[in-house]
């Protein structure tokens, strides 16, 4: 297909970049991690959307080259950080199975000269759906390392209960299909406070996605929800368009 075509020259082009979304401590308002998030400038179509080129760059395999040079491109970019502030970077299950994954994080903290407890890998369910005793062990060596394992887009997909049990997440992000109706659906407000209940018995912090509103800010607080990310706190951006030393509060 061309457009496989075109994705694998993108690569070799460096058409990828990386864009950045901050995360807020709920508490204080203050950014205490941000969010890499992946996009092809397409030399004709402008600025493609990851849901447009991940899965097809994890069918024809790229997502490995991609998954690397993400990996890598992210660290290099937070390393000059203040040092509270950790980068959270997106896992396709693609990078479970390919046998060095490990190897990869651990050169991309070892170029960078990042803090591992500063790195914190997003997965989703996909991941876990592998139930396999090796992507269990690739999670493990990772912790290992002392990143930070993450539960991306929580309450989507199987949501299987028993993945919270399968191994220990540092964090839990709640999808933002939750958050925007929480203000006007009764049933969203009780799923996300079940949420943040079920993580704080866990031991585990949470981030709310997709957040737009004061309204939701006052219902995630009252919920016990940690952090939170979206465009009020503000949008996915270049990162010299960060500005991380002060509250993004009201
Ligand atoms: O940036 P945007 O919100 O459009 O991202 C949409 C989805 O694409 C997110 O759910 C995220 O999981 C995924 N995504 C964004 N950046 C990356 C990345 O660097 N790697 C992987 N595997 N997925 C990404
Ligand atoms: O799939 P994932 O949960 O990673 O979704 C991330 C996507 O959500 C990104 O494409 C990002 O641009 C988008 N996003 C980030 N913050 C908000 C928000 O406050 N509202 C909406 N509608 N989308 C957001
Ligand atoms: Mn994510
Ligand atoms: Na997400």
Same mark, same amino acid.
């Given at each position: 297909?061309?457009?496989?075509?075109?994705?694998?020259?993108?690569?070799?082009?460096?058409?990828? &970049?990386?864009?950045?979304?901050?995360?807020?401590? @709920?508490?204080?308002?203050?950014?205490?991690?941000? =969010?890499?998030?992946?996009?092809? +400038? *397409?030399? =004709?179509?402008?600025?493609?959307?990851?849901?447009?080129?991940?899965?097809?760059?994890?069918?024809?395999?790229?997502?490995?080259?991609?998954?690397?040079?993400?990996?890598?491109?992210?660290? +290099?970019?937070?390393?000059?950080?203040?040092?509270? %502030? +950790? @980068?959270?970077?997106?896992?396709?299950?693609?990078?479970?199975?390919? #046998?060095?994954?490990?190897?990869?994080?651990? #050169?991309? %903290?070892?170029?960078?000269?990042?803090?591992?407890?500063?790195?914190?890998?997003?997965?989703?369910?996909?991941?876990? @759906?592998?139930?396999?005793?090796?992507?269990?062990?690739?999670?493990?060596?990772?912790?290992?390392?002392?990143? *930070?394992?993450?539960?991306?887009?929580?309450?989507?997909?199987?949501? !299987?209960?028993?993945?919270?049990?399968?191994?220990?997440?540092?964090?839990?992000?709640?999808? +933002?299909?939750?958050?925007?109706?929480?203000?006007?659906?009764?049933?969203?407000?009780? %799923?996300?406070?079940?949420?943040?209940?079920?993580?704080?018995? @866990?031991?585990?912090?949470?981030?709310? &996605?997709?957040?737009?509103?004061?309204?939701?800010?006052?219902?995630?607080?009252?919920?016990?929800?940690? &952090?939170?990310?979206?465009?009020?706190?503000?949008?996915?951006?270049?990162?010299?368009?960060? !500005?991380?030393?002060?509250?993004?509060?009201?």
């Amino acid at each position: 297909r061309e457009f496989e075509f075109q994705l694998r020259e993108a690569m070799v082009r460096q058409e990828f &970049e990386l864009h950045f979304q901050p995360i807020v401590e @709920l508490a204080t308002f203050r950014p205490c991690a941000v =969010e890499a998030l992946v996009r092809w +400038r *397409h030399p =004709e179509r402008g600025l493609v959307p990851p849901d447009k080129f991940i899965p097809v760059a994890e069918e024809i395999g790229l997502i490995i080259p991609l998954g690397e040079w993400i990996l890598d491109a992210a660290c +290099r970019v937070a390393a000059a950080w203040p040092s509270h %502030i +950790r @980068l959270a970077v997106n896992l396709s299950a693609v990078q479970f199975r390919s #046998g060095n994954l490990v190897e990869v994080v651990r #050169g991309a %903290i070892a170029a960078s000269g990042l803090t591992p407890n500063r790195l914190e890998l997003e997965i989703t369910e996909s991941v876990l @759906l592998q139930k396999d005793q090796g992507t269990l062990a690739v999670l493990h060596e990772l912790a290992a390392l002392g990143v *930070h394992i993450v539960l991306d887009d929580f309450g989507t997909g199987y949501s !299987s209960l028993s993945y919270l049990q399968l191994f220990p997440f540092s964090k839990i992000k709640i999808d +933002r299909s939750f958050v925007s109706e929480l203000s006007s659906r009764s049933d969203c407000a009780a %799923i996300v406070c079940t949420v943040m209940n079920l993580a704080k018995a @866990l031991d585990m912090t949470t981030t709310a &996605e997709g957040v737009e509103t004061w309204d939701q800010v006052a219902l995630l607080r009252a919920a016990g929800c940690s &952090e939170a990310q979206g465009w009020l706190f503000g949008r996915p951006g270049f990162a010299s368009a960060l !500005s991380l030393d002060r509250a993004l509060g009201p």
